[in-house]
């Protein structure tokens, strides 16, 4: 018997009127609205979802859902952050310091990627409180620099993803 809790339960989902990707993206979501009530309302204007999390808000689902939350942040959020109970790691080759609180994970720098460019690409997530998530381009572009196996098999996953989409809307548009 399909179990009713399961969020991509394909019946559940058609009950609620939702596509898959409509379902999916809500619960991508709602984990990120549970994951910044660990940072002050105060600080949002200058966070950006990173990696997975915004890989996903940009409409990509990869077959391993997001484990944490990255967040490229402002020096001066960053030192806030310190005060709110994140735990400091040394500074990488591939990011620069990094603080650590539950899943959540913020970066001043990442290597390659400057904060401000990623900033003024960003797209707005308005529910419950506005937040800014990185664009698929600058994703892929610091993926591209990392080029760790983890990072090229997402590379992969969104293209495959990004063919399925034009292949889909062609369709459509017929």
Not at 133 to 162: F, G, S, V
Request: with cysteine.
């Amino acid at each position: 018997m399909p179990n009713a809790a399961d969020p991509y339960n394909p019946l559940i989902v058609c009950l609620k009127g939702l596509t898959m990707r409509e379902a999916r993206l809500n619960q991508v979501e709602s984990w990120i609205i549970k994951m910044l009530q660990q940072v002050p309302d105060a600080l949002l204007d200058n966070i950006i979802i990173f990696g997975s999390a915004a890989i996903a808000l940009n409409g990509y689902y990869l077959q391993e859902p997001p484990k944490d939350l990255d967040l490229f942040v402002s020096p001066e959020v960053f030192a806030a952050l310190q005060t709110l109970g994140f735990a400091t790691f040394a500074k990488s080759d591939i990011v620069g310091m990094t603080l650590v609180k539950d899943e959540v994970e913020a970066f001043t720098d990442f290597n390659g990627i400057a904060y401000q460019q990623v900033k003024a690409n960003s797209h707005i997530l308005r529910q419950p409180k506005p937040v800014r998530y990185a664009d698929i381009a600058d994703i892929k572009a610091w993926k591209q620099i990392r080029n760790q196996p983890k990072d090229r098999l997402h590379l992969q996953e969104i293209e495959a993803l990004a063919n399925q989409s034009v292949k889909a809307s062609s369709l459509i548009s017929s």
